[in-house]
C-alpha cells in the first residue's frame, strides 16, 4: 500500500445511488475502445456490458464517487465472468483498497454531481481540471425495488492480479427508476466513448445498499503478464 494510506480490508459495505447502462458491445468495439488488458483480448465473450456511474454517500473508505466500463463476459477459470477494465474513483484509498482487495484497477479522477433542469442530474469526471466524461441523466417513472439475491444465478466479477485470479460476487438491494440520457461528451482517450451507441436499459438507481465481500482467489501459474 502507498505510504500513509491505510489498508481497509473485505468485506466492504457501501450505500449510495446512480446510474447504470445497458448495452451489448460488439466484439469489434469492445477491442478496440473497451481497455481490455491484452491477456483478457482472446477470452473475451461478449454479452451484456454496462456503463455504471455512482456518487457512494457511505463506504468502509468513505464516501467517494466511481465510474466503470464492463465491457461484458470473459472466459475465467472454465467459467464466464464479467470484468472491470475501466475505472475511476474519487479517492486515493478507493484506488488502493480496491486493488489490493479485489484487483479492480482503479483510477483517481474529480468528480462533480450536480442538480441539473426539471429533475436531471449532471455529472462530470475530470482529470487534472479536464472532464473527459460529461453526461446528463433525466430519471422518470415509478421506482421499482430490486435485490440481487432474487436472482437465480450470482453475478461474479473476475480480476486478474499477477498470477492469480480473484473472483467477487457483489450483493445488493435498492430501487430503481427508468432514464434517460439528455446530453452526453466522452473523451475516448480515457474512457470509452459510447455516445454513438444507444443502452437496451437505463436506470437511476437510489438507495443503494451494496456488499462487497472477500475475494477468492485462484492461483493461474500460466499467466505469464503481470496485469498490474
Known sequence: MTENIPYVPAPWSLTGDGYILVYRFS???????????PQQRDTFKGGL????I?????????PYGELLFV???????????????????????????????????????????RQGPARSELISVSL????????QMQPYGPQIPVNTAWLPIKATLG???????????????????????????INGSSFPDVTPLKPLLALKAADVQLQFPVADVITQPQLAQDTL
Not at 49 to 52: D, L, S
Open 159 to 185: 480480476q486478474y492480479k499477477m498470477h492469480t485470479l480473484m473472483l467477487t460476487a457483489p450483493s445488493g438491494k435498492g430501487r430503481v427508476q427508468l432514464a434517460h440520457i439528455r446530453q452526453a461528451n
Open 54 to 62: 455512482v456518487n457512494y454517500h457511505s463506504s468502509d473508505v468513505g
Open 71 to 113: 465491457p461484458g463476459l470473459f472466459q475465467m477459470d472454465g467459467k464466464s465472468r464479467f470484468s472491470i477494465t475501466k475505472i475511476y474513483v474519487s479517492t486515493q484509498i478507493s484506488v488502493n483498497n480496491g486493488w489490493e482487495n479485489w484487483a479492480i484497477p482503479k483510477e483517481r479522477a474529480d468528480f462533480d454531481f
Open 49 to 52: 456490458g454496462t456503463v455504471m
Open 128 to 135: 487534472e481540471g479536464t472532464p473527459f466524461f460529461q453526461m
Open 27 to 37: 466484439r469489434e468495439f469492445a477491442l478496440q475502445h473497451g481497455f481490455i488488458p
